[in-house]
């Protein structure tokens, strides 16, 4: 009689097809990272299950691409790394993920349990590295606690204050089998991710209320909001408030395209004019921190009361303002429009301040459209910019994603560059992070497939991820890379004569790079297309070319080392 022992045994899984298993279920569809001992195998589970990897050649820049995949639709980008070191790189992401409030989970392998302690391959305290930075932290200890630590952390990663998660997988757990039929039933159990808007507090009417009244009062109110509106999806409530009440608003730079920079009532151009002198200013989704001045004087009118609008209690008891709202953007601004409309207010085109805030923006816009109208050859910043805004506004469909960063580039660019529509901007962010502008274009081009990406960076930004452009090529990502080359950090050698001294004073200044590097030849090297350009004709046929082509391109932008300043802070003269 034959023996079908072997046949009988029911059919099992390891625990890298659990984890992939419990991603899927819970609706994860993306995921970036390295891969390695002892994490290779998970990614290609979880390929095989229909989620797409995307591999990086750093876990930094695969961080940095999960954490704006989580900002630009609103669930958990998903980063993947090897132990140790991988996931020492990773903390780039995570921490960014902490700074911006972006939902993230960063899944990285560790070390066997049994030899934890005694110096094995890459052995950390993982858990304890990424404390600072993360809002949960799990382990699983055994291959059936997989599916429930996956859905822990992808739940709290986008509830309340979104930030970034962590989930530690030890090599033996990913080894370990379990019978397939079991495992499907464990993440047929755990509880699947959604949008996690926060409950209505009991005080919540009064506070509406209380709000509406301080506007209805003011004589110079302002409308302030922030990239956390536009993580809530809150452009369409807010188009309605402005329109309702006539308020001029002001977005932080992440926040701008919510409304239109082109917008009437639009205060960019007028900054200074906008919140040194406004009396009340509501602040949706944006924090009093660096960008906004803290809310003080002198920047800020001493006299001037905010209320502000956060998702979070506690940062609202750190910012003490006249009034604070807890609760989700979208959900509060929607109630603000609805209490206006029972007894509507508007402040009219000819109110002194709306005339006030108009007139100056428009006088500061003419002066820039004045300095942007020359063609300033070798390049300075703002004649190359120019010409990129105006190859940008012309790509039909929905507007391109516009990643940015670098000192003078970015700030140029905050200035120049137009936007239209909500949440097609990205760059340095809270924390003025260099080094996340090839991440963010491949998160962009992942979660946006239907628009073109284009990078605007400095040399030395772009130094930073320039390898990615591999990446780039490899998934045929419809992202263009235009660099700033002014030779160097903030542009090369800007040492006086007393400064080049002492036994390295032949040394390159600490500020310079190779002039006129080939960055164009980099992306060649993979297949891609490479431009240089050094006039304005050069560059108008090289955006052209590529925007049209929407295929991998670096176009290499030679700028006059001497156009640029030191940059650092953010400076807003208008």
Avoid at 50 to 75: D, P
Avoid at 145 to 151: K, L
Wanted: glycine share 10%; aromatic share 6%.
């Amino acid at each position: 009689m034959a023996d079908d022992s072997a046949a009988a045994t029911p059919p099992s899984i390891d625990g890298n097809a659990l984890v992939a298993k419990s991603l899927s279920h819970l609706g994860v569809t993306h995921m970036f990272g390295v891969v390695g001992i002892p994490v290779t195998s998970l990614a290609t589970r979880a390929m095989a299950l229909g989620i797409r990897f995307i591999a990086f050649h750093n876990e930094q820049s695969a961080g940095y691409a999960a954490s704006a995949y989580g900002y630009l639709t609103g669930k958990p980008g998903i980063l993947l790394t090897v132990s140790g070191p991988g996931c020492v790189h990773g903390l780039a992401g995570l921490s960014n993920a902490w700074a911006n409030t972006w939902p993230m989970v960063m899944i990285s392998g560790s070390c066997d349990q049994r030899d934890a302690g005694r110096g094995d391959f890459q052995e950390l305290d993982q858990i304890e590295a990424v404390k600072a930075f993360s809002k949960l932290s799990e382990k699983a200890k055994d291959v059936r606690e997989i599916p429930n630590c996956v859905s822990r952390v992808l739940n709290r990663a986008g509830s309340g204050r979104p930030g970034g998660c962590y989930l530690d997988l030890p090599s033996d757990v990913l080894r370990q089998r379990i019978v397939e039929s079991e495992g499907d039933e464990l993440v047929a159990k755990v509880e699947t991710f959604s949008d996690h808007v926060p409950q209505a507090r009991a005080s919540l009417k009064s506070e509406i209320e209380s709000a509406v009244n301080l506007l209805r009062k003011a004589e110079r109110p302002l409308i302030v909001f922030g990239k956390g509106a536009a993580y809530s999806r809150a452009e369409d409530e807010l188009k309605k408030l402005v329109e309702l009440t006539g308020i001029p608003f002001l977005p932080t730079p992440m926040g701008k395209g919510l409304l239109p920079d082109t917008h009437e009532l639009s205060a960019t151009a007028a900054r200074s004019l906008a919140i040194g002198k406004c009396d009340v200013a509501l602040v949706v989704g944006a924090r009093l921190n660096w960008l906004l001045h803290f809310g003080e004087a002198p920047k800020w009118s001493k006299d001037v009361s905010f209320v502000l609008v956060d998702v979070s209690e506690e940062e609202i008891e750190l910012r003490k303002p006249r009034l604070g709202i807890v609760g989700d953007a979208k959900t509060v601004v929607g109630l603000l429009n609805r209490e206006i409309k029972d007894d509507p207010f508007c402040l009219g085109k000819t109110n002194p301040w709306v005339e006030a805030i108009s007139k100056k923006a428009r006088e500061n816009g003419e002066k820039m459209e004045m300095q942007l109208a020359k063609d300033v050859v070798p390049f300075n910043f703002l004649t190359p910019m120019r010409i990129i805004r105006d190859a940008i506004l012309a790509v039909e469909g929905p507007s391109p994603v516009v990643v940015s960063e670098g000192a003078n580039t970015m700030d140029v660019g905050r200035s120049v560059l137009v936007q239209r529509e909500p949440r097609t901007r990205l760059d340095a962010g809270t924390w003025g992070t260099m080094g996340v502008g090839l991440g963010y274009c491949i998160a962009a081009a992942v979660a946006c497939p239907d628009r073109l990406v284009v990078a605007v960076e400095g040399d030395s930004g772009f130094g930073f991820s320039a390898m990615e452009v591999e990446t780039l090529v490899r998934y045929s990502l419809p992202v263009v890379v235009i660099v700033f080359n002014n030779g160097g950090v903030y542009g090369g050698d800007r040492r006086s004569p007393e400064e080049i001294s002492g036994p390295h004073k032949e040394d390159p200044a600490p500020t310079s790079f190779v002039p006129n590097a080939g960055y164009h030849k980099l992306i060649e090297a993979f297949g891609g297309k490479g431009y240089i350009v050094e006039t304005p004709d050069e560059l108008k046929s090289a955006l052209s070319e590529s925007f049209a082509a929407r295929k991998p391109a670096v176009v290499n932008v030679i700028i006059d080392p001497f156009a640029g300043a030191e940059s650092g802070r953010l400076q807003h003269k208008n």
